[in-house]
């Protein structure tokens, strides 16, 4: 599972931050300022960071005004995409409103499809005497409560649902054809990424679609999925292609 791990880092982020603002300001202007930063906004990552400082395009889904003391602290719920940088975000806040602002705290509380509401805080004790149980009692009980499927991880990407005499052609590094599909998640473009799934919920693996949904589901031949990244062994399901002979 760690071969698609980016997934999930790169996904949509959401965090709890508390902002500083270097003067008072009314909650209504605060209100105003804080509606114009919803959508497509342009970053340049600050000094101290890892990437470089070149101006890019992230896109901010939502912001909360959790709490104000109509002083100089307020609290932020932010959605918004991977790589948004929280302490620019509060910079630019300060600059149109006239006052400046810097963040204080940062919490992200989820990441893709995994949240601090979802179950998954989980001490490596916990860890520990699920490992202890399992193997000294023989019980997994603990276990399947501190380690979930690894399909859980692709939960935000749009499924595509392979048929059993397909699988092991994409295991084998096949592209997945139209005939191989048998069923789609709607909403999806070509070049988008998805999932590959068994019949059964297994997850195949990552690929890019070479076909819009609604295409797929319309034709009768071509390929489907560019498959990107298999995590399914070999062998899991029996072969349909015949071997040559000779």
């Known amino acids: ?18 902002m500083q603002l270097h003067r008072p300001v009314p909650q ?47 609290v932020l719920r932010v959605d918004c995409d991977a790589g948004t940088y929280m302490r620019k975000l509060c ?17 992200r509380i989820r990441t893709g499809p995994f949240s601090e509401d979802s179950g998954l805080l989980v001490r490596m004790q916990d860890l520990a005497e699920a490992i202890y149980r399992w193997k000294e009692e023989g019980s997994d009980d603990l276990l399947r409560r501190v ?9 935000h990407i749009p499924k595509v649902i392979v048929r059993d005499t397909a699988v092991e052609s994409l295991v084998h590094g096949a592209q997945l054809a139209v ?43 071509g390929i489907a999925v560019k498959p990107a990244r298999i995590i399914m062994e070999r062998g899991v399901y029996p072969r349909a292609w015949k071997k040559k002979e000779g």
């Open 147 to 155: 380690i979930v499927p690894g399909e859980l991880s692709v939960c």
């Open 28 to 74: 209504e202007r605060l209100l105003e300022v804080l509606k114009m930063f919803e959508g497509e906004v342009y970053q340049r990552p600050p000094l101290r960071s890892s990437v470089k400082r070149a101006l890019r395009t992230r896109r901010i889904y939502r912001i909360e005004l959790l709490e104000y003391d109509g002083e100089r602290y307020a």
């Open 179 to 221: 005939p191989g599909v048998a069923a789609v998640e709607e909403g999806f473009g070509k070049g988008d990424l998805v999932a590959l799934l068994t019949l059964k919920g297994e997850l195949i693996g990552l690929g890019r679609a070479e076909m819009p949904w609604n295409e797929i589901l319309e034709s009768k031949r």
């Open 1 to 18: 599972m760690t071969r698609i791990i980016g997934t999930v880092m790169h996904s949509t982020k959401e965090y709890v931050c508390v």
């Open 91 to 107: 910079w630019d806040i300060g600059l149109i409103l006239g006052v400046g602002a810097h963040m204080r705290e940062l919490r």
